[in-house]
Nanobody
């Protein structure tokens, strides 16, 4: 089992910044992709940004140039630096980790979510 603990959400004014953190613990051997997703009220969960174990990143078009995803493999942690926040970024942000091993195959785990509210 893997446990994910997120932190860093909160209320910020438009144009401001927040940094989300997600720390994984437990059976984290085989971690491949770590990333962030978000779900706004009444909308489906969507990808925000992902990063592979080698450092390759992928971003949603809506956050490119404003958000930066990073990870610390030694700490089994992933981060999301969010700048120039807009009211449209308001959502619950979820951390996700994907692992793969020969023995267990692919496993995915989600964090509990952290609220981000951007006021205009």
């Amino acid at each position: 089992q893997v446990q994910l603990v997120e932190s860093g959400g909160g209320l910020v004014q438009a144009g401001g910044s927040l940094r989300l953190s997600c720390a994984a613990s437990g059976s984290t051997f085989g971690t491949t992709i770590m990333g962030w997703y978000r779900q706004a009220p009444g909308k489906e969960r969507e990808l925000v940004a992902t990063i592979t174990s080698g450092g390759s990143t992928n971003y949603a078009d809506s956050v490119k140039g404003r958000f930066t995803v990073s990870r610390d493999n030694a700490k089994n942690s992933v981060y999301l630096q969010m700048n120039s926040l807009k009211p449209g970024d308001t959502a619950v942000y979820y951390c996700k980790i994907t692992l793969w091993t020969w023995l267990e195959g692919t496993r995915e785990y989600w964090g509990q979510g952290t609220h981000v509210t951007v006021s205009s």
